[in-house]
């Protein structure tokens, strides 16, 4: 089952994991090395709400910084099996922030495909970050936790995917993904509602599709998955309640269908419901709800494509508690994200992504108790000078508006820079 994934990295200064994909259309080796050099202007460096900001005397939350990202790939692919290994180390450096006045952020990823036969096939990947920017660490659609988290932050996704072919118009696709979540801030700072308390867990999905070819460019399917969040911290989360007492079980069904309209353009849906079920059951029984997926994909031109992906599902959330006081088990989320990418010559490129979420909090097993809107954005132009030198500028925009802590949560940041890229 295909999953929905942003781009890694969509408001982080580290968006040199681009990179590596680029560096292969300049060169036909399987392996390729370089660096992005970037000076920025960040004007929340926090991630605070001015009421924060201003609460604070003297309190600067503004800093104009450099970072430096060296990264290494490698791809190779045979008749049966593609492999592919990528890696980014990212320093930035914040000239006015207090010390420690660095970020460090790892991006590590292996794919590995292997195709049996025409009929059977196995996709196998992991990708480990290591950061403090929201969209590297929670790179799904669908924003767990929306503000920058200092330290070091680790979060690590596997997957494993089978596909078969059963006939000419049946098949099923099979297969399990697991992420692991671990945050440095715990107890031992922060005694009660650490980011380990609120946010540390493993999180479990099996899944089965069965497919029906019903015409040469149309695909039905029936689905089921159940998923697990487990949460692994035994700090306090709110008043007398422990990370682990959010636990919870889903059950998805869902039927869905593919549309190939042409060779440029294809479209994918599903829906269903979800039925969640609360380890503590002051959360609340079993709750079901809707459950939603769909995504477009245009190739426009042979350097050009731009993408749509839509979700909504119940999700793990950083918000313990709601204006009441009440614990907040999960988040409700409606999302969309659109990611364009335009070779507007054959040295100039435009690539530009959009996220918009909003989310409704389910307290003590009382729904829509609050809600947020969340938005990011971005927009970054390159000319590639020749195969192995570019230079790059580009604009990042975060909105975050919530109901909850009195508008001490919202907040806006703006970030521009610009750099060059090297490739050998």
Do not use: C
């Amino acid at each position: 089952m295909k999953r929905m994934i942003t781009t890694a990295g969509l408001t982080a200064l580290g968006a040199a994991s681009l990179a590596p994909g680029f560096a292969q259309e300049v060169s036909q080796k399987p392996w390729a090395v370089g660096a992005t050099l970037r000076g920025f202007y960040d004007d929340n460096i926090y991630t605070y709400s001015k009421k924060l900001q201003n609460a604070v005397p003297g309190f600067q939350a503004d800093s104009w910084g450099f970072s430096v990202a060296p990264d290494a790939s490698y791809n190779l692919k045979t008749d049966q099996t593609t492999l592919g290994v990528s890696y980014i180390y990212t320093m930035t450096y914040f000239i006015d922030r207090p010390r420690p006045r660095d970020d460090q952020s790892h991006q590590a990823n292996l794919k590995l495909s292997h195709a049996f036969s025409e009929r059977y096939r196995v996709d196998l990947s992991d990708s480990f970050a290591s950061a403090q920017e929201p969209s590297i660490l929670d790179p799904s659609v669908g924003i767990a936790t929306p503000i920058r988290t200092p330290g070091t932050n680790n979060r690590n996704l596997g997957r494993i995917n089978f596909e078969a072919s059963l006939t000419e118009q049946f098949g099923v696709d099979a297969g399990y993904n697991n992420t692991i979540y671990d945050y440095e801030e715990d107890s031992t700072t922060v005694p009660v509602g650490s980011r380990s308390a609120v946010l540390d867990r493993t999180e479990h999905v099996l899944y089965f599709d069965g497919n029906y070819q019903v015409l040469p460019k149309t695909k039905l399917s029936l689905g089921y998955q159940y998923g697990i969040i487990d949460y692994t911290s035994q700090d306090l989360l709110l008043g007398t309640f422990r990370g682990t007492d959010r636990d919870s079980d889903s059950h998805f069904i869902s039927a869905g269908v593919r549309q190939e309209l042409n060779a440029q353009v294809i479209l994918s849906g599903k829906v269903g419901v979800q039925i969640t079920d609360y380890k503590n059951k002051a959360l609340g029984t079993a709750d079901t709800s809707p459950y939603a997926e769909a995504s477009a994909r245009w190739q426009f031109a042979d350097n050009s494509s731009a993408q749509l992906n839509l979700k909504h599902q119940r999700i793990a959330t950083d918000v313990r508690a709601d204006q009441a006081g009440r614990l907040v088990a999960d988040a409700e989320i409606s999302s969309v994200m659109l990611a364009l990418s335009y070779g507007l010559t054959a040295k100039i490129r435009i690539d530009g992504s959009a996220m918009y979420q909003h989310s409704e909090f389910n307290a003590s097993g009382s729904s829509g108790s609050a809600a947020e809107e969340l938005f990011f954005g971005s927009l970054m132009a390159t000319y590639q000078f020749n195969p192995f030198i570019a230079v790059e500028a580009g604009y990042m925009f975060d909105r975050l508006d919530s109901d909850l802590l009195a508008g001490f949560r919202s907040y806006t940041r703006n970030r521009v820079f610009i750099g060059t890229r090297l490739t050998y």
